[in-house]
């Protein structure tokens, strides 16, 4: 398959995974899997405060999700970001392309930077995104929501490196990203649902919530007064925003749906009873993975290697280019020049 069809996408494990999550993108990367590289963006997450136990566990429960959702890593490549060292290091050639201007533009460092101890990957994290995007030579990217600016950052970066320093980057093109539902917070449906909600949000359904929870948020979820089934997000967001729910894990369409039901009650339950079927399977699988990780570390190992290959070639181009020389092989071991003696001279210490 070309690269033009080449899926990359990453999620950052900065809280569990919810219904959103699964909706607008395991359940989608379930469907383009040959020649798709999947990872978890765990170095993303150290921009804010963290806990680094949370992190590990986050980091491979998110990647037991992957897996437990449907990807097949026999298809596709799915790899933890920081087994690819070459993420970090195309960051730091690209902060060294970028602007502080065009940095301290960017809405996450906008909202969150003006506080007493921000990290500064907080200000350099979007140069790291562009790595992630740039090394996998991806032509189209899909963009929509709030992933545009970081985007549009990558392909300004990778024109202005091929300016300076010859040819190096593919220039990805942004394509419009096809249409997912947007999931809406069950308590307050005006917010999109998210993972970083804090862990006891009662409108967020996380991928691993239990049947009892899950019918628990959704018995709660907000709607209105009037009693009426008619599909309007603007004046009825939190019937539309189960009725959009359903309508995605039943292929059908909102309409259909509130047609479908008698009443209020009627709706809830059938979208809990639909959400628990959708749910339970991965979560029993994510159990089983969790419990004895060692297959999911030999997936992700075999993954690792693949991703390597690819962006290492990346990287490589990209370190030529700027001028940073490399005086070992790619084997890793020490190549001396030709017509170079090695006299070593060892300064020894003078005994204490
Ligand atoms: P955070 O709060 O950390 O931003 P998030 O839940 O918004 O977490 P992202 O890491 O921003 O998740 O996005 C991961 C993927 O999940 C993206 O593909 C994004 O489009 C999708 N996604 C996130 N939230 C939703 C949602 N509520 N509905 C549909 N898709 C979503
Ligand atoms: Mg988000």
Redesign the pocket.
Known sequence: MSPQSREL?G??P??A??L??Y???LRRFTEHQDDAFYFVANLHALTTDHHPEQLRRATLSTAALFIAAGLDPERATVFLQSDVPAHVELSYLLESTAHLGELSRMIQFKQKGGRPGTRASLFTYPCLMAADILLYDATDVPV????SQHLELARDLAIRFNTLYGRTFVVPRLAPAAF?????DLADPTT??????PADAPGVIRMLDDPDTISRKVRRAVTDSDGELRYDPDVKPGIANLAEILAALTAGTPEQVLDSVSGYGALKQLCTDVVIAELEPVRRRHQELFADPAELLGMLAVGAARARTVADAVVTRARAAIGVVSAVGASGVADPPAGYHAVHTVKRLPPS
């Open positions: 996408s999620i950052t900065s809280g995974l919810t959103g999550n909706l607008g993108a929509g929501g709030d992933q997912t539902t947007r999931v809406r999109k649902m998210s993972k970083s909600a």
